[in-house]
């Protein structure tokens, strides 16, 4: 079984998370979860840990399980991580080094390949700054699926929708199943 690490971040899009973890675990993976505080704003962790079955991450500082500190001994498990939804802010802070919650953490300490399904506004995807972000993360071997074209919770059509969780799940397992360095 495959340990996979969702982290889900605080867009609009988190409760598609809920149907993402499900599929993957209906595919036979084992999902953990990682949440910050703002995609715990959308979308409940409750909810995607009885749909995960594993406790969900929200606080490296609510950790509990032994000496040995719970985020770093998940980052030695994943075999992916996959961040979806990935916020405009999440992207610059995986982009510049910053562990200044969860996900970020497990994100500098994870050896394995990540991906990641943005999901913003068009107008910050293609702001400079995320561009520029997006670039140096794939330029570390980051991979990427989407965003996609649509209409957009703040009302506008275009750029930014999370990819469709079908096909997120079906990169996910393509990367799995890609020899790995």
Same mark, same amino acid.
């Given at each position: 079984? =495959?340990?996979?690490?969702? +982290?889900?971040? +605080?867009?609009?899009?988190?409760?598609?998370?809920?149907?993402?973890?499900?599929? #993957?675990?209906?595919?036979?993976?084992?999902?953990?979860?990682?949440?910050?505080?703002?995609?715990?704003?959308?979308?409940?962790?409750?909810?995607?840990?009885?749909?995960?079955?594993?406790?969900? #991450?929200?606080?490296?500082?609510?950790?509990?399980?032994?000496? %040995?500190?719970?985020?770093?001994?998940?980052?030695?498990?994943?075999?992916?991580?996959?961040?979806?939804?990935?916020?405009?802010?999440?992207?610059?802070?995986?982009?510049? +080094?910053?562990?200044? $919650?969860?996900?970020?953490?497990?994100?500098?300490?994870?050896?394995?390949?990540? #991906?990641?399904?943005?999901?913003?506004?068009?107008?910050?995807?293609?702001?400079?700054?995320?561009?520029?972000?997006?670039?140096?993360?794939?330029? %570390? +071997?980051?991979?990427?699926?989407?965003?996609?074209?649509?209409?957009?919770?703040?009302?506008? =059509?275009?750029?930014? %929708?999370?990819? $469709?969780?079908?096909?997120?799940?079906?990169?996910?397992?393509?990367?799995?199943?890609?020899?790995?360095?």
């Amino acid at each position: 079984m =495959e340990a996979i690490i969702v +982290g889900v971040t +605080g867009s609009i899009a988190a409760y598609k998370s809920a149907d993402l973890v499900s599929k #993957l675990v209906k595919r036979g993976h084992e999902v953990f979860v990682v949440m910050t505080r703002e995609a715990q704003r959308f979308i409940g962790a409750l909810t995607l840990q009885t749909l995960s079955r594993n406790p969900v #991450l929200t606080s490296v500082f609510e950790e509990k399980e032994s000496w %040995r500190p719970g985020h770093i001994a998940l980052a030695d498990r994943a075999k992916l991580l996959l961040i979806a939804p990935a916020t405009a802010n999440s992207i610059a802070e995986l982009a510049h +080094g910053f562990a200044g $919650n969860a996900l970020c953490e497990i994100a500098l300490a994870v050896q394995a390949p990540v #991906l990641i399904a943005p999901a913003m506004n068009g107008k910050m995807w293609l702001h400079p700054a995320t561009v520029e972000n997006v670039a140096k993360l794939r330029a %570390r +071997g980051v991979h990427f699926i989407g965003p996609e074209e649509g209409m957009l919770a703040c009302g506008y =059509e275009g750029l930014g %929708r999370l990819w $469709n969780v079908e096909e997120i799940v079906a990169k996910a397992e393509e990367i799995l199943a890609a020899p790995q360095p």
